[in-house]
T-cell receptor
Framework: EADIYQTPRYLVIGTGKKITLECSQT?????MYWYQQDPGMELHLIHY???????EKGDLSSESTVSRIRTEHFPLTLESARPSHTSQYLC???????????FGNGTRLTVT | QKEVEQDPGPLSVPEGAIVSLNCTYS??????FMWYRQYSRKGPELLMY????GNKEDGRFTAQVDKSSKYISLFIRDSQPSDSATYLC?????????????FGKGTKLTVNP
């Protein structure tokens, strides 16, 4: 079973606040991903990393930023949250190219 | 045209029914095909992972890939209320050092006792 953890599970914050969504995995996977999921819509890739100090933007434009200082940790930061950022954010990791993704349980963010 | 099309449902069946979930795709370069199951307020979990055309069976679940028709299916036999979830298909291309993974919108399934 995949061991990938996201905190917090739920977050309600006001507009303009800075937030960091945490994601950690204990499998030693090099590749990590952040997806955004809205009801009835496809998962959209917003950031990915192929290893330490490597980060790339995904297909969906996002105002968030990520960092990868340690293999197991891939936090996502929003400097100034807005209501348009309200969504579910899913973190995932994989062993390598072609390997399946393992997902965390997500952070449901609501910006008021 | 979206690269991956999946009927969002919702689909409601009685317990014990055979369920068929389907996705079509337009990009013939897709190499890997996956089905994920997502329970409410949880992340997607991998159910089936296939590479080639044909069938792959795992317990009550069978994944079918038809590359010539660009069509994949997931069959659930003897469906149970615990199978109630959203099922996401996903397809992947890996070329050189990069990859592209595309998800369907998901089909919400309810199995009624």
């Amino acid at each position: 079973e995949a061991d990938i953890y996201q905190t917090p599970r739920y977050l309600v914050i006001g507009t303009g606040k800075k937030i960091t969504l945490e994601c950690s995995q204990t499998m030693g996977h090099d590749k990590m991903y952040w997806y955004q999921q809205d009801p009835g819509m496809e998962l959209h890739l917003i950031h990915y990393s192929y290893g330490v100090n490597s980060t790339e933007k995904g297909d969906l434009s996002s105002e968030s930023t990520v960092s990868r200082i340690r293999t197991e940790h891939f936090p996502l930061t929003l400097e100034s949250a807005r209501p348009s950022h309200t969504s579910q954010y899913l973190c995932a990791s994989s062993l390598g190219l072609g390997s399946p993704l393992h997902f965390g349980n997500g952070t449901r963010l609501t910006v008021t | 045209q979206k690269e991956v099309e999946q009927d969002p449902g919702p689909l409601s069946v009685p317990e014990g029914a055979i369920v068929s979930l389907n996705c079509t795709y337009s990009n013939s370069a897709f190499q890997y095909f996956m089905w994920y199951r997502q329970y409410s307020r949880k992340g997607p979990e991998l159910l089936m992972y296939t590479y080639s055309s044909g069938n792959k069976e795992d317990g009550r679940f069978t994944a079918q890939v038809d590359k010539s028709s660009k069509y994949i299916s997931l069959f659930i036999r003897d469906s149970q209320p615990s199978d109630s979830a959203t099922y996401l298909c996903a397809m992947r291309i890996t070329q050189g050092g990069s990859e592209k993974l595309v998800f369907g919108k998901g089909t919400k399934l309810t199995v009624n006792p």
